[in-house]
């Protein structure tokens, strides 16, 4: 793992700061096995965050949507944004009510979004996005045309600010709980693909992409419990 960089004060994790890390690495792997952020922005003075989807690639993140979206249009040029993504792995079941808790990873990214306004790169994007969602997609499907193209806007978010913060393990047992006869221990969860099912289409097969669809996976390493 490579050595973290220092967090800023802003993305600095201040609440169980045990459970922080900064590894660019670590950024990314929990990036690229997620599929919906928040994106927190401001418009006319109320606050909003709104799910979207999106899709690293290198050391940014690109969302698109309609150009009047006011998400985007709040989003993109010199003011800040907030973008978090989480991903549930457990749930952890304590003996008393206080230490229970869940397993998760999380990233929170701050920054100001760019414009993607070079037809090239916004292409890449269209790929990236398509990839992200189903690795292989990309090469079977119509690609965007000018019109389609044109009609989206889309904005890139840099990683420089980002942070992640997690837990795994079981649950906390202090003192006060050694003696209490319940069970203790953690639910796991995982997001499973079930079978596809779509159109009858004999010449036009669902391809190894579609019928053994699997997300990217990663573990987190072990943090103290809590």
Known sequence: MAEATAPSSRSRVRRHPER???????????????????????ADGVPYVVPTMYARAGNQVYIHGSP???????????????LTV????GLVMARSAFHHSMNYRSVMILGSAREVLDPAEKLTA?????EH????????VRQPSDKELNSTKVLALGLQEASVKLRSGGPNVPEADQGVSV??????????????SGEDQPNSPAGSH????TRPG????PQPGG
Request: hydrophobic share 50%.
């Open 20 to 42: 922080a890390r900064y590894e660019a690495q670590l950024v990314e792997a929990i990036l690229d096995e997620s599929m919906i952020c928040h994106l927190g922005f401001i």
């Open 68 to 82: 009047a979206s006011r998400m985007l249009q709040s989003a993109s040029g010199a003011v800040d944004v907030c």
């Open 86 to 89: 989480t991903l549930l792995d």
């Open 126 to 130: 269209f790929e990236r996005l398509v």
């Open 133 to 140: 969602v189903c690795r292989g997609r990309w090469g079977e």
């Open 183 to 196: 069970w203790a221990g953690e639910i796991p969860l995982r997001t499973v693909a079930l079978p596809p």
């Open 210 to 213: 579609i019928m053994s669809y």
């Open 218 to 221: 990663w573990t987190a390493p």
